[in-house]
Nanobody, 124 residues
Framework: QVQLVESGGGTVQAGDSLTLACAVS????????MGWFRQAPGKEREFLAA????????VYSDSVKGRFIISRERAKNTVSLQMNTLKPEDTAVYYC?????????????????WGQGTQVTVSS
């Protein structure tokens, strides 16, 4: 079992930065890849970024590459998503998730564990 708890959401202005954190726990979570997703009202869930806990390999969606940065902090057992130059269209609920299938970590369907989500609202 892997437990995930997101934090750091809130309301910001367009152009601001915000960093989300995902607290990770469980006996074998170091075998997992961790991903960040978001879902806006009326839209499908969208992959944003993922990172392997071991090795730190990162992947990003084209929509956020160069603007969002995923990282892991082993000492704190957290995975973070730094979001820069936020836009109103970034408004969504953001989710952290875990999968053992790091080769397909862009795909939401391979993730076994999900956090409860944290709301990010970007006002214009």
């Amino acid at each position: 079992q892997v437990q995930l708890v997101e934090s750091g959401g809130g309301t910001v202005q367009a152009g601001d930065s915000l960093t989300l954190a995902c607290a990770v726990s469980g006996r074998t979570f170091t075998s997992y890849a961790m991903g960040w997703f978001r879902q806006a009202p009326g839209k499908e869930r969208e992959f944003l970024a993922a990172i392997r806990w071991r090795g730190g390999d990162e992947v990003y969606s084209d929509s956020v590459k160069g603007r969002f940065i995923i990282s892991r902090e082993r000492a704190k057992n957290t995975v973070s998503l730094q979001m820069n130059t936020l836009k109103p269209e970034d408004t969504a609920v953001y989710y952290c998730a875990a999968t053992l299938d790091y080769l397909r970590m862009r795909l939401g369907r391979v993730y076994d564990y999900w956090g409860q989500g944290t709301q990010v609202t970007v006002s214009s």
